[in-house]
């Protein structure tokens, strides 16, 4: 089984520009989390769609959205870049029905660096 | 909410020691703990999970232990390798939220 895929692996991007970045979760999978990951604030929930609904968001700005479609793939998007946003960006799937009581499945990340 | 703390943050032993990471958890309602392996350029790998109704469980060299009363579990690692040098993190969830630990990095010198 193929696992989680996030694309790009690396982005550079200037600040007040936006973003998107890409996940495709493992097959079956349900729900899709992102987070922000830092050197100084570890592992930060951003928000995680089940179903092409969000089911939780955690304390980001409104600059920080997503979706998710049909087929489970979901993205995020992060719009006026701020350098502080510089992070690896972390894409998890699981099976989802059971809550967040069920294991996460990580992508190798989107390492994010702005300018 | 859910608030997890974890210790120590940076773990050094030698090959073939064993080592111990411990994590508390504030809320008596979180049923699920899974501790995750994040290796250099790579995202976190599940490596072991405990549910609120087993008080151990063990996967060869790891193991994890779970404490409700006290509101704490540890992961434990028999004779560690230089493979097993990552960042650990312990995760604490209920059906609506989960938290992460803030991370230890291991490092097994050989």
């Known amino acids: 089984k193929a696992g989680v895929t996030q694309t790009p692996r690396y982005l550079i991007k200037t600040r007040g520009q936006q973003v998107t970045l890409s996940c495709s979760p493992i097959?079956?999978?349900?729900?899709v989390s992102w987070y922000q990951q830092t050197p100084g604030q570890g592992l930060q929930f951003l928000f995680e769609?089940?179903?092409?609904?969000?089911?939780n968001k955690g304390n980001f700005p409104g600059r920080f959205s997503g979706r998710q479609f049909s087929n489970s793939r979901s993205e995020m998007n992060v719009s006026t870049l701020e350098l502080g946003d510089s992070a690896l960006y972390l894409c998890?799937?699981?099976?989802?029905?059971?809550?967040?009581?069920?294991?996460?499945?990580f992508g190798n990340g989107t390492r994010l660096t702005v300018t | 909410g859910e608030n997890v703390e974890q210790h120590p943050s940076t773990l050094s032993v030698q090959e073939g020691d064993s080592a111990v990471i411990k994590c508390t958890y504030s809320?008596?309602?979180?049923?699920?703990f899974p501790w995750y392996k994040q290796e250099l350029g790579k995202g976190p790998q599940l490596i072991i999970d405990?549910?609120?109704?087993?008080g151990e469980k063990k996967d060869q060299r790891i193991a994890v232990t779970l404490n409700k009363t006290a509101k704490h579990f540890s992961l434990h690692i028999t004779e560690t390798q230089p493979e097993d040098s990552a960042v650990y993190f312990c995760?604490?969830?209920?059906?609506?939220?989960?938290?992460f630990g803030a991370g230890t990095r291991l490092t097994v010198k050989p």
């Open positions: 998890a799937s699981s099976l989802g029905t059971g809550g967040y009581n069920s294991p996460l499945h």
């Open positions: 097959s079956g999978h349900r729900s």
């Open positions: 769609y089940f179903s092409e609904t969000q089911r």
């Open positions: 809320d008596s309602a979180s049923n699920y």
């Open positions: 405990i549910r609120s109704n087993v």
């Open positions: 995760a604490a969830s209920m059906v609506n939220d989960m938290r």
